[in-house]
């Protein structure tokens, strides 16, 4: 009796049948060439007093959104965001396959609601000048917390003079004449050791230019918080920001 207990107790133990749960399956799992620049993590508390530094990255095949259709459509859509009390998009920089933001928030979910709607408008109008359909933007909206004023006058340079540290200021004549990137808030921004400027020429000449709309700041950070670190150079060349 006892032998035929440990028979059975042996038999059990054995891995008799096959899985069909658990383990590896064929096809699963991340798709080769597949990245992420923001990561599935539960997003930092968001405070009203703090600046947010917000990227977003088109999918790739986009073309440029340096040009002008996109920049107007772009244009357009941060202009329904205008009088919002709870989210201000202070500043904005037109890259080539990206966008940086400065954004006062109130909290997490103003922060989260404002720019899903902000990249859903933006989406929608860059799409209807393209002539296309799909996706715009390839992953969420990645964003930083800007809390101290060393960081907040690195990330109004970094901003504001992107364009120079990814060499768009070199891609034309025009664009090398101007001291101001015109896909930019530039020209809202009141800091400038040089001074305040005039509009900038335009790299593709565009018709009828009109300055990116930003909301006035209300943080003390971005209003004069930043400034015992000294004015910012319209030719500062910006490196990464920390």
Same mark, same amino acid.
């Not at 399956?25 to 060439?33: D, F, N, T, V």
């Not at 969420?140 to 964003?143: D, E, F, M, V």
């Not at 768009?168 to 891609?171: F, H, M, Q, R, V």
């Not at 209300?218 to 015992?228: A, K």
């Given at each position: 009796m006892t032998i035929r207990w440990r028979i059975e107790e042996q038999q059990l133990a054995l891995d008799l049948w096959p899985r069909t749960w658990g383990g590896r /399956?064929?096809?699963?799992? /991340? @798709? !080769?060439?597949h990245t992420s620049d923001a990561p599935h993590r539960a997003r930092p508390v +968001? #405070?009203?007093?703090? +600046?947010?530094h917000v990227v977003l990255r088109t999918c @790739?095949?986009?073309p440029r959104l #340096? /040009?002008? @259709? *996109?920049?107007?459509a772009i244009a357009r859509a941060l202009r329904k965001t205008l009088g919002e009390s709870t989210f201000r998009v202070c500043h904005t920089s037109i890259q080539r396959n990206h966008l940086h933001f400065l954004i006062e928030a109130n909290d997490k979910g103003a922060l989260s609601h404002g720019m899903r709607s902000l990249a859903i408008m933006a989406a929608r109008a860059i799409n209807r000048v393209l002539g296309r359909t799909g996706r715009v933007f390839a992953y #969420?909206?990645?964003?930083t917390a800007i809390s101290s004023p060393r960081q907040m006058r690195n990330a109004l340079s970094y901003v504001l003079n992107n364009w120079r540290r990814h060499d768009?200021?070199?891609?034309c004549e025009a664009a090398h004449r101007a001291a101001l990137d015109p896909y930019s808030t530039a020209l809202a921004f009141r800091g400038w050791r040089q001074g305040v400027f005039a509009i900038p020429p335009d790299c593709e000449r565009l018709a009828g230019y009109e300055p990116l709309p930003a909301a006035e700041p209300? *943080?003390?950070?971005? /209003? +004069?918080?930043?400034? !015992?670190h000294g004015p910012i150079s319209a030719f500062e060349v910006p490196g990464r920001l920390s």
């Open positions: /399956r064929e096809g699963a799992g /991340r @798709k !080769p060439g +968001v #405070r009203k007093y703090d +600046v947010q @790739k095949g986009l #340096r /040009r002008g @259709k *996109t920049y107007q #969420r909206y990645h964003a768009e200021d070199e891609s209300e *943080t003390w950070l971005l /209003r +004069v918080g930043w400034e !015992p």
